[in-house]
């Protein structure tokens, strides 16, 4: 199989705007489809692919991007509205950004009784024991660390309620019977009950399996799993997950790695599918590193198994999977002279972030703070390398300085006139990147679809794509705070001839 087919069976597959975890994730799709892809592919039948040799040098296409419409890739309806943080924020944060402690509004109140059944031991010591930690004598086999699961779910709801219950050191037990009651309601016709029952099913059935050295019924939680995996597969990846789990190592039944691969094949792609969402912006509950390396990692080492009786084909795909990263990581080197455009946007939209956040702390009177901020933008922005490895520092530090904020926002409890004054300018600032950014990203996705941007290329502007969703979490942020302390509402316009715009600032 040569690379040009890879390529092109890459995107084939839909993998176009996986960027580096993901670009040749659909190589592990169900391997029959997978086969007669391939006999297309090696027929002749081949579609057309972007083009690899993609030349956008300087900026003939990407200085548009500040004045094309956004209305038609975020979903935000008439052009009216397109330019509006509150719906390039809302498309942004598909799947709702809650408040955690408004959501028992939406579900039944706690009702340790309820458990009664689930554990051998009466509901009134359940709690005592959720509070310790499970027998280490005891392996638990079926989950060994609940905290690897946090925002696994598609609702938003359940994925707090789960965080909150793994957070607390208190009433577990009462969050516990919010899940068991929520796993239990009838969802009817309505979508959103539909999810936030099969997250209960899921959450609730992980706990089960998690304690049951401690008391709790292993066999109920595998029932939870399997109604949970009934449904649809893609939105269950944590049932499918430990159905394949369980028959891959026989625990509570025989061994059987082709029921496990079954199973476990449904997570994977789930998984995959769930993390391109995140990279697009198209999510504000990501799946965590442990989860998506839990998965990954159990699915490999399945298909990887002497004992599998389909390892063969799937070893080749990894073989051919390994050379496309290969190629991939030579181009990205070769990346600097092919795509400038790209690099530049990136390092923009760093330096412009970051302006800002010296803006913010110097509001919220964390004057220090500004200061150090200011002054690694300007080392920044000094650095005139075009290599775009330079920038994987400055990235790191810049996701240093976004949770340093949010826990600074946390702690606020007043502003004066002038904080406030300034607070506000800064939030319509950040306002107006955002909106710039979401405007930025389609360009970027429409030039990937008429082949002037290969993959290659793509994976540099990570920062690029996942851009919207940072700002919108902060501006969100700035937000709750302005509401709460009574500063004024921020006023935003976008012009794109604005002398901060980030396409204006790239080009120079």
């Known amino acids: 199989m040569n690379l040009k087919k890879i390529v092109v ?22 391997l029959n489809k997978m086969q007669k892809d391939l006999e297309k592919l090696q027929g002749g039948n081949m579609p057309k692919a972007p083009s690899a040799g993609g030349n956008a040098t300087g900026f003939s296409g990407m200085s548009n991007m500040g004045s094309s419409t956004s209305g038609g890739f975020g979903g935000c309806g008439d052009a009216a509205n397109a330019d509006t943080i509150d719906c390039v924020c809302r498309a942004t944060v598909s799947e709702g950004r809650i408040d955690g402690t408004k959501i028992f509004k939406k579900l039944p109140p706690s009702n ?6 689930d554990f051998s031991i009466s509901p009134n010591d359940v709690n005592t024991r959720l509070n310790q930690t499970p027998i280490l004598s005891k392996e638990n086999a079926d989950v060994v660390d609940l905290g690897l699961y946090r925002n696994a779910f598609e609702s938003a709801e359940i994925s707090s309620l789960f965080s909150q219950f793994l957070d607390t050191v208190g009433k577990k037990a009462d969050y516990l019977s919010i ?23 899921q959450a609730y059935g992980l706990a089960l399996l998690y304690y049951q050295s401690l008391g709790a019924n292993a066999n109920t ?13 893609s939105k269950s990846f944590i049932a499918t997950y430990q159905l394949g789990h369980r028959a891959y190592f026989g625990i509570g039944e025989p061994r059987n790695l082709s029921k496990a691969a079954n199973w476990m094949l ?3 792609e789930a998984v995959q599918k769930r993390k391109n969402k995140d990279l697009q912006a198209n999510t504000s509950v990501p799946l965590t590193d442990g989860f ?34 290969a190629e991939m990581a030579s181009s990205l080197k070769n990346a600097k002279g092919r795509s400038p455009s790209i690099v530049a946007l990136t390092k923009a939209f760093l330096s412009r972030e970051s302006e800002i956040n010296a803006k913010i702390f110097a509001a919220i009177g964390q004057e220090e703070r500004a200061t150090i901020e200011s002054q690694r933008v300007q080392k920044f922005i000094a650095d005139k390398s075009r ?9 790191y530090s810049s996701r240093e300085t976004r949770k340093f904020l949010k826990s600074s926002l946390q702690s606020i409890s007043a502003l004066d006139a002038n904080q406030k004054q300034k607070f506000s300018e800064a939030m319509s600032e950040l ?6 950014m979401r405007r930025i990203q389609a360009g970027l996705l429409g030039q990937v679809l008429s082949g002037n941007i290969d993959i290659a290329q793509m994976r540099i502007a990570e920062p690029v794509l996942g851009s919207v969703r940072t700002t919108c979490n902060t501006y969100n942020d700035l937000n709750d705070v302005g509401t709460k302390l009574g500063a004024p509402k921020a006023a935003v316009k976008f012009d794109p001839k604005n002398s901060k715009s980030v396409v204006e600032v790239a080009d120079d």
């Not at 340790?112 to 059944?117: A, C, D, H, R, S």
């Not at 016709?189 to 029952?197: G, I, V």
């Not at 306002?431 to 710039?436: N, R």
Request: aromatic share 12%.
């Open 9 to 30: 069976m890459t995107a084939f597959l839909g993998a176009v705007f996986s960027l580096s975890q993901t670009a040749y994730a659909g190589l592990f799709d169900d």
């Open 179 to 201: 899940l068991k009651q929520a796993a239990d309601a009838k969802s009817g016709f309505d979508t959103k009950k539909k999810a936030m029952k099969r997250d209960a099913q």
């Open 387 to 395: 290599d775009a490895e330079k920038y994987k520092d400055y990235e």
């Open 431 to 436: 306002a107006i990147l955002a909106i710039e």
């Open 266 to 268: 449904k997570s994977y």
């Open 221 to 233: 939680g595998m029932n939870y799993m399997k109604t949970a995996a009934k449904g649809d597969a």
């Open 292 to 325: 998506i390396n839990l998965v990954n990692n159990e699915f490999m080492s399945l298909v990887s198994d002497p004992s599998y009786k389909r390892r063969a084909q799937y070893a080749e795909l990894a073989q051919a999977a390994q050379q496309f990263q």
């Open 112 to 117: 340790i009784q309820v458990l009664k059944g």
